[in-house]
T-cell receptor, first 118, second 113 residues
Framework: GAVVSQHPSWVICKSGTSVKIECRSL??????MFWYRQFPKQSLMLMAT?????????EQGVEKDKFLINHASLTLSTLTVTSAHPEDSSFYIC??????????????FGPGTRLTVL | SQKIEQNSEALNIQEGKTATLTCNYT??????LQWYRQDPGRGPVFLLL?????KEKRKERLKVTFDTTLKQSLFHITASQPADSATYLC????????????FGQGTILTVHP
């Protein structure tokens, strides 16, 4: 149980285009999903917290107009990188928390999406 | 500012030995400390969670200790195997960052046959 999927697993796009990444909790409901970015040989950096039915909370330094997050249901959150540039190339990972109380503090991560902007 | 440090960037050990990884933190009062495993090109996989009022937790060949006085957690893998080779991340939650995880930079463990 507690599987999180991401789609696509990798994407290559031209500079200036927008890219949408989906994050789904497959076998549980998640009121809260998180979006992280990881550059090579660095750790995960939290970008934003996504709550179902409300606006996302962005970490300091993350542009909310560039990284649009939508959490339309208890099993789906999307991250759209708008007007992508080469410096946005990174590994984007989402995670979700299960509503079940006893494992609420665990976060289940998706497999990640490798974005390359040419 | 809050800081999390994992003792070394890389750790090499021989198969069958115990691997010990360290996670230190400053300016932080975590309610929970978690350890994750990450393989190249993949998302982290949850391993163990330990609460601030717990000293030790075990799961199969894994053991985690949590010393809130020293502000340190130790992560042990006993009878290590080459399949244990991966990057191990510690993550903290609590204080002003409750509900969010802050990750250390990770330790790359390589277990040689």
């Amino acid at each position: 149980g507690a599987v999180v999927s991401q789609h696509p697993s990798w994407v290559i796009c031209k500079s200036g285009t927008s890219v949408k990444i989906e994050c789904r909790s497959l076998d549980f409901q998640a009121t809260t999903m998180f979006w992280y970015r990881q550059f090579p040989k660095q750790s995960l950096m939290l970008m934003a917290t996504s709550n179902e039915g409300s606006k996302a909370t962005y970490e300091q330094g993350v542009e909310k107009d560039k990284f649009l997050i939508n959490h339309a249901s208890l099993t789906l959150s999307t991250l759209t990188v708008t007007s992508a540039h080469p410096e946005d190339s990174s590994f984007y990972i989402c995670s979700a928390r299960d509503l079940i109380a006893e494992r609420y503090n665990e976060q289940f991560f998706g497999p990640g999406t490798r974005l390359t902007v040419l | 500012s809050q800081k999390i440090e994992q003792n070394s960037e890389a750790l090499n050990i021989q198969e069958g030995k115990t691997a010990t990884l360290t996670c230190n933190y400053t300016n932080y009062s975590p309610a929970y400390l978690q350890w994750y495993r990450q393989d190249p090109g993949r998302g982290p996989v949850f391993l163990l969670l330990i609460r601030e009022n717990e000293k030790e937790k075990r799961k199969e060949r894994l053991k985690v200790t949590f010393d809130t006085t020293l502000k340190q957690s130790l992560f042990h893998i006993t009878a290590s195997q080459p399949a244990d080779s991966a990057t191990y991340l510690c993550a903290l939650e609590g204080g002003t960052s409750y509900g969010k995880l802050t990750f250390g930079q990770g330790t790359i463990l390589t277990v040689h046959p």
